[in-house]
T-cell receptor, first 115, second 114 residues
Framework: NAGVMQNPRHLVRRRGQEARLRCSPM?????VYWYRQLPEEGLKFMVY????????ESGMPKERFSAEFPKEGPSILRIQQVVRGDSAAYFC?????????????FGEGSRLTVL | AQSVAQPEDQVNVAEGNPLTVKCTYS??????LFWYVQYPNRGLQFLLK??????LVKGSYGFEAEFNKSQTSFHLKKPSALVSDSALYFC????????????FGTGTRLTVIP
């Protein structure tokens, strides 16, 4: 059973470009979470999704960031018009029963560098 | 608001000695608490959780954590540290009552010295 798959593992963008990060949850998992890890900081919750629904986006910046988890295919975190401050590691996690009582399974992250 | 605090950015311990990584929490309602570990350039891995029941929770790789309600703490412990335990450790708490997202502390870097 493959784990949480994230791609690309490394992404370089110039300021103003768009970044798309993809996450395929573990088989049978319908809960997906995105976290951002900045250098020397902890993980910051961004968004929690279930299939076709955004459940909690309280950690998402109000502009330029969006996330989706379509009925078919991976979850996508999209960052428009990237700025240098967006450089970070973005982690996706999935769970079978929700994070409250179950454990999260994390991918290995997508490291975004904005030049 | 739900939050956790990890007061130590760095903990150093000699191999074979007991280790403790500290975590305190602030929640409304019953706390659901978790510990995760992150090895270099990898995602986080679940270690253990406290939902209810015994205050001493046992987890992976010989780790355990003690829930202390009066001190609002959930410290991670191991009786005998290994060099391979060197990693970044995160304490986490569930969001608002009934939520399904976790909020993580800032992490503690554990270094086990041979």
């Amino acid at each position: 059973n493959a784990g949480v798959m994230q791609n690309p593992r490394h992404l370089v963008r110039r300021r103003g470009q768009e970044a798309r990060l993809r996450c395929s949850p573990m088989k049978g998992h319908s809960h997906v979470y995105w976290y951002r890890q900045l250098p020397e900081e902890g993980l910051k919750f961004m968004v929690y999704l279930q299939k076709e629904n955004i459940i909690d986006e309280s950690g998402m910046p109000k502009e330029r960031f969006s996330a989706e988890f379509p009925k078919e295919g991976p979850s996508i975190l999209r960052i428009q018009q990237v700025v240098r401050g967006d450089s970070a590691a973005y982690f996706c996690a999935s769970s079978i029963e929700g994070a409250g009582t179950g454990e999260l399974f994390f991918g290995e992250g997508s490291r975004l560098t904005v030049l | 608001a739900q939050s956790v605090a990890q007061p130590e950015d760095q903990v150093n311990v000699a191999e074979g000695n007991p280790l403790t990584v500290k975590c305190t929490y602030s929640v409304s309602g019953n706390p659901y608490l978790f510990w995760y570990v992150q090895y270099p350039n990898r995602g986080l891995q679940f270690l253990l959780k406290y939902i209810t029941g015994d205050n001493l929770v046992k987890g992976s790789y010989g780790f355990e954590a003690e829930f202390n309600k009066s001190q609002t703490s959930f410290h991670l412990k191991k009786p005998s540290a290994l060099v391979s335990d060197s990693a970044l450790y995160f304490c986490a708490v569930r969001g608002y009552t009934g939520a399904n997202n976790l909020f993580f502390g800032t992490g503690t870097r554990l270094t086990v010295i041979p």
